[in-house]
Nanobody
Framework: QVQLVESGGGLVQAGGSLTLSCAAS????????MAWHRQAPGKQREFVAA???????NYADSVKGRFTVSRDNAKNTVHLVMNSLKPEDTAVYYC???????????WGQGTQVTVSS
């Protein structure tokens, strides 16, 4: 089993920046996929960004050019740097991971990001 804990959420004004972090612990073989999703009130959870073990990154169109996902494989952590934040980025952000040994996906408990206009 893999446990994920997110941190770094908060309240920021439009145009500001935040950095989210997610730390994985537990029985980890190799986290070959780590990603961020988000869920706004009344909406379904949606994909935001992902970083595979090989360093390949993917982004939702809505965040391309503003968000950057990176990972530290030695520390089993993934980060999401969010710049030029917009009110529509307001959501609970969830970290997700897939382990090559135990599978998944595993989910964190989420961290709230609120962008005021």
């Amino acid at each position: 089993q893999v446990q994920l804990v997110e941190s770094g959420g908060g309240l920021v004004q439009a145009g500001g920046s935040l950095t989210l972090s997610c730390a994985a612990s537990g029985t980890i073989f190799s986290l070959n996929y780590m990603a961020w999703h988000r869920q706004a009130p009344g909406k379904q959870r949606e994909f935001v960004a992902a970083n595979s073990l090989g360093g390949v990154t993917n982004y939702a169109d809505s965040v391309k050019g503003r968000f950057t996902v990176s990972r530290d494989n030695a520390k089993n952590t993934v980060h999401l740097v969010m710049n030029s934040l917009k009110p529509e980025d307001t959501a609970v952000y969830y970290c997700a991971a897939v382990d090559s040994g135990s599978g998944g996906p595993y989910w964190g408990q989420g961290t709230q990001v609120t962008v005021s206009s």
